[in-house]
């Protein structure tokens, strides 16, 4: 900011001097050649483009800039509809505990039985069977055990091995009605939500994960379960997860409605 | 020797637009990527160490960065890149559709030219040897960018969907080497670009002129002036 205050005074001054010079020029006979039109002209375009930028860039180009976001997220849907299936390379160390965690809570979060009874998972929204499953019931169900990577938004990767119940079993068992088109996966950390498109979501990679390494959960990773999928960014995984729902429209999510793509698809 | 206003513009105005945007184009994908490196500025997969990349852990400074934060430079970057393809293609288009590329293509005899175009920097060669347009290290460098360009694409293609495309992360050696790969293509591409920009300035700094309106006097070139780096930047009138 400070570094920056002084170059936004000089890009005013050169503004200023620029439009003076524009102006002298058609009071009266056309004093200004093409050349001097250029070159003041294009100074303050310059200037004007410097002043109006903070460190995020202008703030005019917001706007295209999430234009472009939605662009792309054209093109990444279509891509995902093609071919997506995550293979683990060969050869690959399993991060296990060098995974990192985060919550946006204070503390790990962590679901306290005595206040808040047992721990269940809500499946509902357009659904014809809305459920509520235990982590027994979700135990029970049959699992997907897969090792693929996690695609952090800050440009890591780690291998790990995943056991879980796809989405799109959940899904079936409840029973979606077609005008779902979007899936929020919602947290018990603080107000931590992030919807998904129905395709990503119902990917057979995309897995209410409760186990990882062979281990259930432990609270730094999610615990009792989590979303875990390949197809998307780290953070459109919600963690310590409570509920599902089909909704109609897509319901934003915490980092996407801070600025992170929506789609993040990989 | 006719005047050079008469004559056609040393670049198209094509070239001249496309060069123009692709340097607003780099910049700010360089900046805004080195700000989303920034966000783990080192390339190892979690649990792993990787071979081949000393700083590890190291951000590159703020003031080469760009976007402010991580989902404002990926926004500018995802942005951006639309704007670098399409002012590539329509580069490369262009010189191919109007034959301009023949004279950047590699040709025999400019190992011998080259050797020649080194001794005269180095000031073991009194005489600037003779060349057409551009010498032959300007030749291979301007071939040698839309290459560069080319795998900086395709790399960052690759670490951008590394599922969907999973085949061409696969070419690269997987996501943790496309991503290498990226970072090392972004290196070679600003050392080309610096070393143009450095040549431009020291060397040729009239040929500023010919990349904005188009126009050059011969009688500038660096082979009428014999200027190597800070040499024989004035014009020699009188002599030829």
Request: charged share 20%.
């Amino acid at each position: 900011m400070s570094v920056r205050d002084p170059l936004r005074q000089l890009a005013r001054r050169v503004i200023d001097a620029g439009v003076a010079r524009l102006e002298r020029g058609h009071d009266g006979a056309p004093t200004l050649d093409r050349r001097r039109f250029l070159l003041a002209g294009g100074s303050s375009l310059a200037a004007a483009l410097l002043a109006a930028c903070n460190s995020d860039g202008p703030e005019r180009a917001q706007r295209v800039l999430h234009y472009a976001e939605r662009r792309n997220e054209t093109i990444e849907r279509w891509l995902t509809r093609h071919a997506s299936i995550d293979r683990a390379r060969a050869g690959a160390v399993t991060a296990g505990n060098a995974l990192p965690a985060y919550h946006i809570s204070p503390t790990v979060p962590v679901w306290d039985e005595a206040t808040r009874g047992p721990w269940s998972l809500e499946i509902g929204g357009l659904v014809a069977r809305p459920l509520r499953l235990s982590l027994d019931d979700l135990v029970r169900l049959p699992k997907r055990r897969q090792r693929v990577n996690h695609y952090c938004v800050e440009g890591w990767n780690a291998v790990d091995d995943w056991w879980g119940v796809p989405v799109r079993d959940l899904a079936r068992l409840a029973g979606v009605r077609p005008e779902a088109q979007y899936v929020d996966f919602q947290s018990f950390d603080a107000d931590y939500h992030e919807s998904w498109d129905l395709e990503s979501a119902t990917h057979p990679q995309s897995i209410v994960a409760y186990a990882k390494g062979g281990r259930f959960l432990p609270p730094a990773y999610g615990a009792p379960a989590r979303l875990h999928s390949p197809l998307k960014l780290g953070y459109k995984s919600t963690k310590y997860l409570t509920r599902i729902l089909f909704m109609r429209e897509r319901n934003g999510g915490y980092w996407s409605d801070r600025g992170y793509e929506w789609y993040a698809g990989t | 020797m006719t005047t050079p206003t008469r004559r056609a513009p040393r670049h198209h105005w094509v070239v001249r637009v496309t060069h123009w945007i692709a340097v607003l184009a780099i910049v700010v994908m360089v900046g805004s990527g080195l700000r989303i490196f920034n966000a783990y500025p080192g390339f190892a997969r979690r649990g792993e160490r990787f071979c081949c990349y000393p700083f590890e852990g190291r951000p590159i400074p703020d003031a080469f960065t760009f976007g402010g934060w991580l989902a404002g430079a990926r926004n500018w970057h995802f942005a951006m890149m639309w704007v670098l393809v399409a002012t590539g293609i329509v580069y490369l288009a262009f010189i191919y559709l109007h034959g301009e590329w023949r004279d950047l293509v590699p040709r025999h005899g400019d190992r011998r030219d080259a050797i020649q175009m080194a001794r005269f920097y180095l000031g073991l060669r009194r005489q600037h040897p003779a060349q057409g347009k551009n010498n032959v290290l300007q030749r291979w460098t301007y071939f040698a960018m839309p290459l560069v360009a080319l795998q900086i694409v395709l790399s960052g293609l690759a670490i951008w969907k590394p599922v969907s495309l999973w085949w061409l992360t696969a070419v690269f050696g997987g996501y943790v080497w496309a991503r290498f790969w990226h970072f090392v293509g972004m290196t070679v591409l600003v050392l080309l670009a610096a070393a143009h920009v450095f040549m431009v300035l020291t060397t040729d700094p009239y040929s500023l002129r010919s990349m904005i309106t188009g126009g050059y006097d011969e009688r500038l070139s660096p082979e009428a002036r014999n200027a190597r780096p800070f040499h024989h930047l004035l014009p020699r009138w009188g002599r030829r």
